[in-house]
C-alpha cells in the first residue's frame, strides 16, 4: 500500500514537472508548479523530514507560487496580448538536457553510496532548532540581513518612478 | 523507497526538466519556474543524503537555507521582470537586452 502511494507521489511529481516545462499557458504551468511542490513535499514526508514538509508547504506554496502567480498577471495583458509562450529550440535543448540526464544517472548507479540506514526519528523540531541555534547561529543571523536586503531591494524596484 | 538511488534520480529528473526551461523557455517568469524546479531537486538531495547518511540533520539546515534563499530570489527577480516590462511592454527573454530604454 505504502509503495503504491509511494509510487503514485513519484509519477505525478515528474508528470507535473513536464507539464510546467511544456505548457503554453503560463497560468496552467504555475498549476503544475504547485502540483510538483506538493510532490515534493510528499517526497520530504518518506524521509521522515516532517518540518521540512510544513517549511515546503508554506513557503513554496503559499508564498513563491502566489509571487509567481501575481507576476504572472501583471505582466500579461490577457485581453489583448496572447497568454501563451512557446519554447524556442526544442530540440538543441533536449539534446543537451537529455545528455546531462544520462550522465546524472550513470554517476548515480555506478556510485557506492553510504547507506546507514538509522531509526525513525521522534521529532525533528527540536533537532532543527538546536542545530540553528548553536553550530549554524552565523548562517542563520546573515541569512536574516540578506532577506532584510531583498525586501528593501525589491519594494524599491519594483516601485514606480514618481 | 528504501533506496537512496530512487530519490536522487528523481531528483536528476527535476534538475534536467528545470534545466530545459532555463534553455528554451522565452517568458522570464517560465525561466524562473525552471530555477525553483533546479531548487526543489537540490534541496530533495539534500534531504534524502540526511536521512540516509544517519538521520544527520545538517541536510534539512542546508534544505531550509536553500527555500529562504529561493525566496528572496524570487521577490527581487519578480521586481525586475515587473520593471522590465513596464519598460519594454514584453517580458520575452531573447528582446531584453538593455537595462534602459
Known sequence: MINII??????????????VVLSKN????????????????????FLWADFMVGIQVMIYIGGILILL???IMLTTKITSVRISHTNV????????VTA???????????????????QEPQQTVHSIGTLLMTDFLLPFEVVSVLLLGALIGA???????? | MDILQVYLTLAAILFSLGLFAIITRRNAIAVLMGIELILNAANLNFIAFARFGGMN????????????????EVAVALAIIINLYQNFNSINVDEAQQLKQ
Open chain 1, 100 to 118: 546531462i540526464f544520462i550522465g546524472l544517472v550513470w554517476m548515480i548507479n555506478i556510485s557506492p553510496w553510504l547507506q546507514n540506514i538509522s
Open chain 1, 26 to 45: 503560463l497560468i496552467y504551468a504555475a498549476v503544475a508548479l504547485l502540483v510538483t511542490f506538493i510532490g515534493v513535499a510528499a517526497m520530504y514526508v
Open chain 1, 155 to 162: 519594494a524599491v524596484l519594483a516601485r514606480k518612478e514618481s
Open chain 2, 57 to 72: 540533520f545538517s541536510g534539512h539546515i542546508f534544505a531550509l537555507f536553500v527555500i529562504v534563499l529561493a525566496a528572496a
Open chain 1, 89 to 96: 529550440q526544442r530540440g538543441v535543448g533536449a539534446l543537451i
Open chain 1, 6 to 19: 509511494f509510487w503514485f507521489f513519484v509519477i505525478m511529481t515528474i508528470a507535473a514537472a513536464l507539464t
Open chain 1, 69 to 71: 502567480l501575481f507576476g
